[in-house]
T-cell receptor, first 113, second 112 residues
Framework: GENVEQHPSTLSVQEGDSAVIKCTYS??????FPWYKQELGKRPQLIID?????GEKKDQRIAVTLNKTAKHFSLHITETQPEDSAVYFC????????????FGAGTQVVVTP | NAGVMQNPRHLVRRRGQEARLRCSPM?????VYWYRQLPEEGLKFMVY????????ESGMPKERFSAEFPKEGPSILRIQQVVRGDSAAYFC??????????FGPGTRLTVL
C-alpha cells in the first residue's frame, strides 16, 4: 500500500519568510496529492491539491510542486503570516484506492512575528 | 451549501459502552470517508462508503467497529464495547467524486 513520509515535523519561520514542507510517497500509481491545514481543535481544511498530470500549481501565496519521477511533492508558502501557524498534512491517493487518502504525519508550522 | 456535519462534537463513554458517531455529507456528495486521529498524530483512513455500500473498510478494526451509509439519513460509525484506546478524534469527509475531500468538524471521543 501507499506510504507517505513528511518532513520536517516542526518548522519555525519568521513572519515574511518562506516555508517549505516536503513529502515523499511510495506508490507510483498515486495520482492525486492534496494538502490540508489543521488549526488546533479544528477540522482539516483543503488548501491546495495537485494531480499527477501537472508539475506545479499556485494559489496566491501557496504553491505545490510535484516530481513524479522522484515521487515527491512539496508545499511552498511565501510571505508567511502569523495566521499561517497550524499543522499541515500532505496526502496521496493511488488510482486504485477508491480515493482514500494516505496522510503524512504532519508538520507543525509556527510563524513568529 | 452547508459543509460536512458531524454529531455529536464531543462524546464521553465508559469502557464497555457503545459509541455512535454521525456524519451528514455535503449536499450532492455521495462518497463518505471516515478517518481517526490520535492526539498529535496524522489522520488514518478507516472506511469508505457510498450510499448503502461499503466500498473499502481496510482501515477499520475487524472487531467492534462498523459503519453504514443508508439510503436515507447520515452515515454512522459505530464502536461497540469501547476501550480507552478508542479515545480519539473521528473525522468524516465527503466528496462529489473519488478524490477532493472536505472534512467535517470531527467527533472527539473520550473513553473513561
Amino acid at each position: 500500500g501507499e506510504n507517505v513520509e513528511q518532513h520536517p515535523s516542526t518548522l519555525s519561520v519568521q513572519e515574511g519568510d518562506s516555508a517549505v514542507i516536503k513529502c515523499t510517497y511510495s506508490d507510483s500509481a498515486s495520482n492525486y496529492f492534496p494538502w490540508y491545514k489543521q488549526e488546533l481543535g479544528k477540522r482539516p481544511q483543503l488548501i491546495i491539491d495537485i494531480r499527477s498530470n501537472v508539475g506545479e500549481k499556485k494559489d496566491q501565496r501557496i504553491a505545490v510542486t510535484l516530481n513524479k519521477t522522484a515521487k515527491h511533492f512539496s508545499l511552498h508558502i511565501t510571505e508567511t503570516q502569523p495566521e499561517d501557524s497550524a499543522v499541515y498534512f500532505c496526502a496521496a491517493s493511488p488510482t486504485d484506492s477508491w480515493g482514500k487518502l494516505q496522510f503524512g504525519a504532519g508538520t507543525q508550522v509556527v510563524v513568529t512575528p | 451549501n452547508a459543509g460536512v456535519m458531524q454529531n455529536p462534537r464531543h462524546l464521553v463513554r465508559r469502557r464497555g459502552q457503545e459509541a455512535r458517531l454521525r456524519c451528514s455529507p455535503m449536499k450532492g456528495h455521495s462518497h463518505v470517508y471516515w478517518y481517526r486521529q490520535l492526539p498529535e498524530e496524522g489522520l488514518k483512513f478507516m472506511v469508505y462508503l457510498q450510499k448503502e455500500n461499503i466500498i473499502d473498510e481496510s482501515g477499520m478494526p475487524k472487531e467492534r467497529f462498523s459503519a453504514e451509509f443508508p439510503k436515507e439519513g447520515p452515515s454512522i460509525l459505530r464502536i461497540q464495547q469501547v476501550v480507552r484506546g478508542d479515545s480519539a478524534a473521528y473525522f468524516c469527509a465527503s466528496s462529489p467524486s473519488a478524490n477532493e475531500q472536505f472534512f467535517g468538524p470531527g467527533t472527539r471521543l473520550t473513553v473513561l
